[in-house]
């Protein structure tokens, strides 16, 4: 089977991949959700003419020029307006966020106001007209649409429903991908390893990518090498309605990669297998109902980056999301060999260095060695046949972090 480009292997998993559907959560459970519908503001805010400041309402005409002479009619407090209209030389004492009474036309604030006693003040500032009011409707009228659909619930956003007058937000239902570890040589951390073990490691960083686009992770932990514990573990997933399943390991061609067989076992229809990448080119894709199926290639390192590049995207997408890869333009801190037919994502160091990004790659790049890539920011992706290229030239590194 010929080895899938990259680009078109992403196409293929995200094709048909729409978002989810909606479901009703409380305000105060929102934040970081994706709106499944607009938000229309189901009232005008503020309702009325409001006072912007602490301070007096009065008739600008009567407050043109300064030092003049004004009696205090009333009081109005937010919450609470005042009744009776505002006359000739009069003014209401007034506080921020309380009605305009009838007749004011500006607020003079309290600063430029000294207080004569006997319901006397002195304004010794002019203010013009319309000074310190916020007229009905500033913020929004009652039917606008306020926030698109699929916008992320971020605390603008949360605090704007609210004013809306919204308890309970349409959001996209969060995507579950159940993920399934295989090998009998592992075991969870925290454990005591016999002498051909190692510890179970790829599920926390593939969970940890899941949920940093929104989705829930279902760790359902270790399979033996044996058809009927993988095929175990996936009966599980399915019964948890999971969107996508993700098996770890067992993708590749030894006698013991038994994933393929259970899977298809299970009625899953394969879509690629093996692609044009390096890490992650026993890659296998397939659908099984709804059921997305992405298995991910054991080595740790290839399974974090199939996990970027394949499974954020589609998470993100089933979520309601818009996904897009921080890729930038950097300049080559060392010198890197002529590519083969793999597309390459070369874990590598990126700084900034006179105004610049460089990106050195580190020497060894095992798929094993997760430390390396804890330690990178970036991956310098190099083309199917890139040519050999120089210290400076320039390359395209996908940010991590
Ligand atoms: N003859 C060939 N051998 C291999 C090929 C190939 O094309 N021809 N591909 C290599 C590549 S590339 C990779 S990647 C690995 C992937 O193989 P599998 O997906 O079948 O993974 P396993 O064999 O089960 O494991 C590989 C490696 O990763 C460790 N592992 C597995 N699961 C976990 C886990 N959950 N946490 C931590 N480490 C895990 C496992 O112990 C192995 O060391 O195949 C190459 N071989
Ligand atoms: O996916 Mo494998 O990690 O290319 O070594």
Same mark, same amino acid.
């Given at each position: 089977m010929a080895l899938v480009p990259v680009a078109e292997a992403l196409e293929r998993l995200l094709e048909g991949a729409l978002a989810l559907p909606g479901e009703s959560v409380a305000l105060a459970d929102a934040a970081g959700r994706v709106l499944a519908e607009p938000v229309v503001a189901l009232r005008t805010q503020p309702p009325f003419?409001?006072?912007?400041?602490?301070?007096?309402?009065?008739?600008?005409?009567?407050?043109?020029?300064?030092?003049?002479?004004?009696?205090?009619?009333?009081?109005?407090?937010?919450?609470?307006? @005042?009744d009776g209209t505002v006359g000739k030389a009069q003014a209401v004492r007034i506080f921020t966020g309380a009605p305009l009474p009838e007749g004011a036309d500006t607020i003079v604030i309290q600063e430029n106001v000294r207080d004569l006693g006997g319901g006397q003040i002195e304004v010794t500032e002019p203010t013009a007209k319309e000074r310190n009011i916020r007229?009905?409707?500033?913020?929004?009228?009652?039917?606008?649409?306020?926030?698109?659909?699929g916008r992320v619930l971020d605390p603008a956003a949360l605090s704007l429903a609210a004013s809306?007058?919204?308890?309970?937000?349409?959001?996209?239902?969060?995507?579950?991908?159940?993920i399934i570890a295989t090998g009998d040589e592992l075991l969870p951390p925290g454990s005591a390893l016999g002498p051909d073990q190692i510890i179970s490691s790829n599920a926390y960083g593939v969970a940890?990518?899941?949920?940093?686009?929104?989705?829930?992770?279902?760790?359902?932990?270790?399979?033996?090498?044996?058809?009927?514990?993988?095929?175990?573990?996936?009966?599980?997933?399915?019964?948890?309605?999971?969107?996508?399943?993700?098996?770890?390991?067992?993708?590749?061609?030894?006698?013991?990669?038994?994933?393929?067989?259970?899977?298809?076992?299970?009625?899953?229809?394969l879509d690629f297998w093996k692609?044009?990448?390096?890490?992650?080119?026993?890659?296998?894709?397939?659908?099984?109902?709804d059921i997305r199926c992405i298995g991910l290639p054991g080595n740790p390192v290839a399974s974090l980056v199939c996990s970027q590049l394949f499974l954020k995207p589609l998470l993100a997408q089933l979520g309601g999301r818009v996904h897009r890869q921080d890729v930038r333009l950097a300049q080559l801190g060392?010198?890197?060999?002529?590519?083969?037919?793999?597309?390459?994502?070369?874990?590598?160091?990126?700084?900034?260095?006179?105004?610049?990004?460089?990106?050195?790659? @580190?020497?060894?790049?095992?798929?094993?060695?997760?430390?390396?890539?804890?330690?990178?920011?970036?991956?310098?992706?190099?083309?199917?046949?890139?040519p050999a290229a120089a210290v400076g030239t320039e390359c395209r590194v996908l940010m991590l972090r």
């Open positions: 003419n409001a006072s912007a400041m602490d301070g007096y309402a009065a008739r600008a005409q009567d407050v043109a020029s300064a030092p003049v002479r004004l009696s205090v009619i009333g009081m109005a407090p937010a919450g609470r307006g @005042f007229r009905r409707g500033l913020d929004f009228a009652q039917g606008d649409v306020l926030l698109e659909k809306a007058n919204h308890p309970t937000l349409n959001v996209v239902q969060r995507p579950l991908v159940a940890a990518a899941a949920q940093s686009v929104g989705a829930r992770a279902l760790d359902l932990g270790i399979a033996a090498d044996r058809k009927e514990a993988i095929a175990a573990l996936v009966k599980k997933a399915v019964a948890a309605k999971a969107d996508v399943i993700v098996t770890l390991g067992g993708a590749s061609v030894g006698d013991h990669d038994l994933v393929h067989d259970v899977l298809t076992g299970e009625g899953m229809t692609l044009a990448m390096r890490p992650g080119k026993p890659l296998m894709f397939g659908r099984l109902g060392a010198a890197m060999p002529a590519n083969d037919l793999r597309q390459d994502y070369v874990r590598a160091v990126v700084s900034e260095e006179a105004g610049a990004l460089v990106a050195t790659p @580190f020497g060894i790049q095992d798929s094993s060695m997760l430390r390396m890539l804890a330690d990178a920011n970036g991956l310098i992706v190099r083309a199917p046949f890139a």
